[in-house]
Every structure is written in structure tokens, then in C-alpha cells.
């Protein structure tokens, strides 16, 4: 049956079936990324090529969006360009890359979930999507010319075992700015410097199978002097969520218009959103 849910960008409380449920002891996420956009490949360079100028800008953003997530663990395959994707991550905090074998990703998925750690893979665009589908997600097919993209798994993790609580998927930003230097405004407040111009829509078919499971998901992003939006990433989430995907594709669909002689000295702002689901 199709579900329909109603989202109102302002935080509103949805009722749902009241129910105990086993509180986590911990939380982890495993973070799947293919490499970024690499040279041509050429008779004298071989298949074996290095990351373009832009790759090398975009794995530089990478480490920088990625720097507050907690990353204990580092991956990559033994190529150039996928060490070239993770070093500066692995320099920004410090952290080693280990090289894994892409050739039997099933094996490696076991090892990736027998661990509680926060992790980063970082592969190539036959392997990141399968390895996504192998960890219990659904698998993502990614094109050649596809790059950016970010796939997380978190878990949470109990005496009895762990637990899927979502799978995600979105793109890395094409800005990498320092939310430290950005005016925060709080939600309620967004209205002094915004006009917001779609006030309520819909999102269908969210769910992919029967659940009345409640999820509250935040949502973090920029929105600049003229109204555009970046930047999104998951700021929180409940325990239990399954609405990653949904909140961030939600908070996507947000559109604002900015009032020009109230902005704050003209810079760009930071925002969160708190959308909370509820199957019907």
C-alpha cells in the first residue's frame, strides 16, 4: 500500500504506537565512498591512474565534511586513486588507511559489520554500491561519470547483537564551508531573515515495506544570501530511525527567499530542520 506523509517544515509531533524498546548501548556508521574523478587513462599511464586536480579538490572536502564523524577506521583499495581519495582524511585525523580486496566483497562486508567502530571505504564504481547492498542496505548501481556520492550504514549495537538502524545515501556538497564562521539561526527564528516558499509538501512511498515505526531525524544545512541551499548532512537522529534518506531529500525540497535588507552583514547562515515520520 502506497504511504503518504504530510511534512510541515516546522517541528510538529506525530503520534505513534507507544512501545518499549531496547535501549542501545552503542552507535556506529560505516561511511562508502567511491574514489573522485581520476586522469585518463592512457597507454603510458596504464589503468592504474591518479586523481585529477578536481579529484584532489573534492577528496580535500571530503575530509573536511567528514573530519566530525568520529571515523576510527580507514579503507581503501590498493590503487592510486582510491589512496589518493582517502589520504587526506586519513591526515586530517590522523588515522592510517588499511588496503583491503575488492574481489570478494562479501568477506569484507563480515569484517566491516564485526566491528562497532565508525568506519570509511573507500572503492570504486562496481564495488561501493554492491558493498553498500552486502551490509544489509540496498545495493546502488553507480555510472562511470558518477562521483560524490556518500553511503552510510548506522547500527546500533546491544548485548544481543546489532541492529540496521538506517541506510543513507546523498552527495557531498560542493562547498566545504566552516559552519564555525556561519551565523547559526535556530528554526523558529529562520523567518527574520527568510521568507520560505513552499510551505508544506508531500512525500509518497516512503516506505518500502509495512511499519509503524516512528523516526525524528535533524538535518543540517547552509542556506546564503540568496537562497540557496547546502551542505545537508544528518545532525541526529533518534535510535530506531529509518528516515535518513526521507529527511534529507525532505530538507532538499525546502526553498527560500531571502529578505535582502535584513540578512545578517549579507553572509549565508546555518540551519537545522527536525522532521519527524510516522507511517499512516
Excluded at 573522485?36 to 573534492?58: C, I, M, R, W
Excluded at 528554526?187 to 510551505?199: E, G, M, V
Excluded at 525532505?250 to 510516522?278: C, D, I
Aim: include cysteine; proline fraction near 3%.
Amino acid at each position: 500500500m502506497m504511504k503518504k506523509l504530510l511534512i510541515l517544515p516546522i517541528c510538529i509531533v506525530l503520534m505513534s504506537a507507544c512501545g518499549k524498546t531496547e535501549k542501545a548501548d552503542t552507535q556506529s556508521e560505516i561511511y562508502l565512498v567511491r574514489h573522485f574523478e581520476k586522469q585518463a587513462v592512457t597507454p603510458v599511464s596504464g589503468k592504474d591512474v591518479e586523481l585529477s586536480n578536481e579529484g584532489h579538490v573534492n577528496a580535500k572536502r571530503l575530509s573536511e565534511h567528514l573530519k566530525s564523524k568520529g571515523i576510527a577506521v580507514i579503507y581503501s583499495t590498493d590503487y592510486k586513486r582510491t589512496k589518493q581519495t582517502a589520504t587526506p582524511t586519513s591526515e586530517l585525523i590522523n588515522i592510517p588507511i588499511e588496503i583491503y580486496n575488492p574481489s570478494d566483497l562479501e568477506a569484507f562486508a563480515s569484517q566491516l559489520l564485526g566491528t562497532n567502530k565508525n568506519q570509511l571505504v573507500v572503492g570504486h564504481s562496481n564495488t561501493t554500491g554492491v558493498l553498500f547492498g552486502f551490509l544489509g542496505c540496498e545495493a546502488i548501481v553507480l555510472n562511470e561519470d558518477d562521483y560524490g556520492d556518500i553511503m552510510v550504514l548506522k547500527r546500533s549495537h546491544t548485548e544481543l547483537g546489532s541492529t540496521i538502524l538506517a541506510c543513507s545515501n546523498y552527495q557531498l556538497s560542493k562547498q566545504t564551508p566552516v559552519i564555525a564562521n556561519l551565523l547559526f539561526v535556530k528554526q523558529a527564528d529562520l523567518h527574520k531573515y527568510y521568507k520560505q516558499t513552499n510551505l508544506a509538501f508531500t512525500i509518497t512511498n516512503v516506505l518500502k515495506t509495512e511499519s509503524s515505526k516512528a523516526g525524528i531525524v535533524e538535518v543540517g544545512f547552509i542556506i546564503d544570501e540568496n537562497g540557496n541551499t547546502s551542505s545537508f548532512e544528518i545532525v541526529k537522529s533518534a535510535p530506531a530511525s529509518n528516515w535518513h534518506t526521507q529527511a534529507l531529500n525532505a530538507a532538499q525540497q525546502l526553498t527560500f527567499t531571502p529578505h535582502s535588507n535584513r540578512l545578517p552583514m549579507g553572509k549565508s547562515v546555518y540551519t537545522t530542520w527536525v522532521f519527524e515520520f510516522t507511517a499512516n
